[in-house]
């Protein structure tokens, strides 16, 4: 059997890490196959080799049995490898056309010609059913088409091979779907695929094979269709993993967040979050369950400070915190596990250690009259990194940029953990994580749960919602809707209120 | 030692040195274009000039290092907050009427302490004058570069005008001098330095050197900062108040710029501020001293002892027919050059890797 591309003993090093230790990955023309690895596992250092990015220590690359060498991403491109970055890399003032040409125009005496290039992409864009608009701004369209004008883009150059790595990470469920239809047919005209990845349903849908990375480590490819997901992820993991969440009956006792009639505004629009009330408890964990962009972010810049309330309050264990400033809720016991870990959770350039005290350092134990002192503070954050499992390659002292995505959730979880917060503010805490990482997030959180906490719990993920909480609030559009106990709710129920479909009225 | 060797601190110094080297061979190209016939002697001159006038050259290096050190200060300190303080010129200058005008008028003050004050006045108005790009970053996010420009020419101006009617000479069309009082002491330095006009401003720039390092890697101030600069967004929701944070490092760095203005104004040695429409160069100079010392206020300090080496070595070159502005010429393209330490340094990154993946190979 001939292989349109073959990895063969790839190694290749970074700093105090192996990032991807003698593996070698087959590719047959016309197939989807799935690379399924967790978070760090090496599956985007191995496709950026093959894209070129990276140069591989050891290792060979075989195209049609043939050696080459792939120097960078326009070697790559002229021997028809195309990559969907997990984040895009579009010119956000640019029409769709200029994104999809940028590189390869077609100039006339030095002027650019679009004609040509626009009859390809409509044509391009019509066989495999895109229907992307040539001349929209990238900035006005959703991110399920911005993907697609990615896929494009690898089309537009005529590549053969394509990678996507992490493509539903960002995507709503229902263009999830539409992914997996276009990766189909793109496969039936005999394409080949690299689809990166940790969730297993998605596999199971579309792939044909799947190679599993564990640690930089090849474990193994395999037939999907004859292995069940429990057996992919053991071989993922390196053990038997949990799907469920294990928990005891919540047993709340006094409320510690009150939110009473919460408005947020929103520029020339009606309110992001209206008239919002509702509480938890010490030792629950409450869900606000919605699509995504029906206020939750708006309600949770304002639980936590970083966005102005219009009107209502918020009640932190008795204290009217509403204009309280962020560093006061801190201090006051609000802890957040933010949305968005690179923007908020984490100033990536600084090293883990000072990372894991950013909500610390300016207590009495690092502080000294205004001077820090950073050997408490290493020791502190070795002391973290030990007892939450935070993997890395130099420790307290690597820079949290190089870390995983897995790895750098779990450092915000810990120092947000650690702090002692009365109430924590979880908003998608496993979001882009494998299945290892997810279940010690989901018993990290039941376990703060039963240490008295009171935890809101922001997400999308349906599975989430209804395994962990203990009370589900719906959102939709900016208001709440229903307050459903999952026990004694379904999962099409739920979508049903998700959807504004259904309405309860709520007290 | 061979840890100290493998640190990073000690390959940002062999990547400027590197630099520095790539520079001067670039320079002695230009030489050798514009004045084959002297190019040696003249390059020669500009490399151990000022050494060869013994103790008076090293002197004059310190003294001429002052201002653009505080100014480098200036634009490092900002780089590390996350800020391009491009506004020095004008911090700068300010700081220096201020001084001068204490200097002159202030004479009440006893004589220990009048310079003293007139340093501090240079120190308070320069801060105050990056006080308004400050606030408009931290309140309508206008870029600081653009603000600080503006300020740069508003404050050439109302200095121009301020000098002309306070403190204006007529005769000379510059300043007044400043009072004995206000000058500030020599502490015996221009007697170590014989031939120069050293004095204690020295002794103040490197204090600053090591109370900005201070500042910078062991406080709270400097963490919460620094934090600021890599990423805003984090250290807001962190608690840290950035918008504060924004303000405080631009008006710090202003101080640092019209700290430096007076250390100048107030030497005591033939130096006024004259009424003509030219920012003061001695704020540019600071961001070249920054970037070649790589924002740190110790490499800050070294980067501007050496440019103003090559400036009093390129001095020099003028008696051998070099005309001054081949003179800046070639300064320059030696600052241009020694401005690739950077590049350098990613280069020796990279060489360290590859030869540590070939013993490897070999203990393999």
């Known amino acids: ?223 999907v269709k004859t292995t069940s997901k429990e057996e992919m992820s053991e071989m993922m993991v390196g053990r038997k993993v949990n799907f469920n969440v294990d928990k005891e009956e919540a047993k709340p006792t006094d409320v510690v967040l009150d939110v009473q009639h919460l408005s947020v505004a929103k520029k020339d629009h009606k309110d992001a979050v209206n008239d919002v009330s509702f509480q938890v408890c010490k030792g629950e964990i409450v869900c606000i369950a919605g699509i995504d962009g029906n206020g939750q972010s708006e309600l949770v810049y304002a639980l936590s400070g970083l966005a102005p309330i219009k009107s209502g309050k918020i009640i932190l264990d008795g204290k009217d915190i509403s204009h309280c400033s962020i560093f006061e809720r801190n201090v006051n016991g609000l802890g957040h596990i933010p949305e968005d870990r690179h923007r908020h959770g984490l100033v990536l350039d600084y090293p883990l250690s000072y990372n894991l005290s950013l909500k610390k350092y300016f207590t009495k134990e690092f502080n000294h009259h205004g001077f820090l002192d950073f050997n408490k503070m290493e020791s502190y954050s070795n002391k973290l990194i030990e007892k939450f499992d935070v993997r890395s390659g130099q420790g307290s002292k690597t820079i949290a940029r190089s870390m995983s995505g897995g790895n750098q959730q779990k450092a915000i979880i810990a120092r947000e953990v650690d702090n002692d917060p009365k109430a924590l503010i979880a908003v998608q805490p496993t979001r882009g994580l494998d299945v290892g990482a997810i279940e010690f997030i989901h018993s990290e959180l039941v376990n703060e749960r039963d240490n008295g906490r009171a935890i809101l719990l922001i997400s999308l993920e349906l599975d989430e919602v209804m395994n962990l909480s203990d009370r589900i609030l719906v959102i939709y559009e900016g208001e709440i809707v229903a307050e459903l106990d999952p026990k004694q709710t379904t999962i099409q129920e739920l979508g049903l209120y998700m959807a504004g479909s259904k309405k309860e009225v709520v007290k | 030692m061979k840890k100290w060797l493998s640190t990073d601190g000690f390959r940002n110094f062999i990547s400027s040195c590197v630099a520095i080297a790539i520079g001067l061979v670039f320079g002695l190209i230009i030489i050798v274009f514009t004045n084959p016939s002297n190019a040696l002697a003249g390059f020669l001159n500009l490399l151990v000039g000022p050494l060869e006038m013994g103790m008076m050259g090293i002197g004059r290096v310190l003294f001429y290092a002052i201002p653009i050190i505080m100014t480098g200060l200036s634009v490092g300190f900002a780089f590390k907050t996350g800020l391009f303080n491009i506004g020095t010129p004008g911090q700068f200058i300010t700081g220096a009427f201020a001084a001068v005008y204490v200097g002159v008028h202030w004479t009440f003050l006893p004589a220990e302490i009048h310079w003293l004050v007139a340093l501090l006045a240079a120190f308070i108005v320069g801060g105050l004058w990056a006080v308004v790009p400050g606030l408009m970053k931290a309140y309508f996010n206008v870029n600081e570069v653009i603000s600080s420009i503006m300020m740069n020419y508003i404050g050439m101006y109302l200095v121009n005008y301020m000098v002309k009617l306070t403190v204006f000479d007529e005769m000379r069309s510059q300043s007044l001098p400043v009072a004995t009082s206000a000058e500030i002491p020599k502490m015996g330095l221009d007697q170590i330095f014989r031939g120069s006009t050293l004095n204690a401003g020295i002794i103040i720039a490197i204090l600053m050197v090591v109370l900005i390092y201070v500042i910078l890697n062991k406080t709270k101030f400097g963490f919460e900062m620094k934090a600021c600069g890599l990423n805003a967004d984090a250290a807001r929701y962190a608690g840290i108040n950035e918008k504060k944070n924004i303000i405080m490092a631009m008006v710090i760095a202003g101080a640092l710029a019209g700290l430096g203005g007076g250390l100048v104004y107030l030497s005591g040695s033939g130096k006024f501020i004259s009424i003509v429409e030219v920012l003061a160069p001695e704020g540019f100079n600071g961001i070249s001293v920054a970037l070649l010392g790589l924002s740190n206020p110790i490499g800050i300090f070294f980067s501007g002892i050496f440019i103003s080496y090559l400036t009093v070595g390129g001095n020099l070159m003028q008696q051998f027919g070099f005309i001054p502005e081949i003179v800046d010429i070639i300064i320059s393209a030696i600052i241009y050059c020694s401005a690739l330490s950077l590049m350098i340094k990613i280069f020796l990154n990279k060489r360290k890797a590859n030869k540590k993946n070939k013993i490897k190979e070999v203990k393999e």
């Not at chain 1, 399924?36 to 990276?54: D, I, Q, R």
């Not at chain 1, 140069?55 to 969907?84: H, T």
């Not at chain 1, 956000?92 to 056309?97: D, K, M, P």
């Open chain 1, 1 to 223: 059997m001939e292989y349109v591309i073959e990895m063969c003993h790839i190694t290749k090093e970074f700093p105090g890490i192996i990032a991807n230790d003698d593996i070698t990955l087959q590719l047959k023309k016309g197939e989807i196959h799935a690379l399924l690895g967790e978070n760090g596992a090496g599956k985007s250092t191995l496709m950026s080799v093959l894209f070129g990015l990276y140069q591989a220590e050891k290792g060979v690359i075989k195209m049609n049995g043939q050696e080459v060498s792939i120097k960078d991403p326009n070697d790559a491109n002229r021997f028809g490898i195309g990559m969907v970055h997990q984040h895009f890399k579009l010119v956000h003032n640019f029409t769709v056309l200029e994104n999809i040409i940028l590189g390869v125009e077609d100039t006339k005496n030095g002027i650019l010609t679009l004609t040509e290039a626009r009859k390809k992409v409509n044509a391009l864009s019509e066989k495999y059913h895109l229907n992307v608009n040539c001349d929209a701004l990238i900035s006005d369209i959703t991110v399920g088409m911005q993907q697609r004008v990615e896929i494009l883009k690898m089309l537009y150059r005529d590549n053969n091979i394509l990678i996507f790595d992490e493509p539903t990470a960002v995507l709503t469920p229902q263009e999830i779907k539409e992914l997996m239809i276009i990766m189909k047919e793109l496969s039936d005209e005999g394409k080949s695929i690299l689809f990166i990845t940790h969730k297993l349903n998605e596999i199971k849908e579309v792939a044909d094979r799947c190679t599993v990375l564990r640690k930089g480590k090849y474990i193994g490819t395999i037939d």
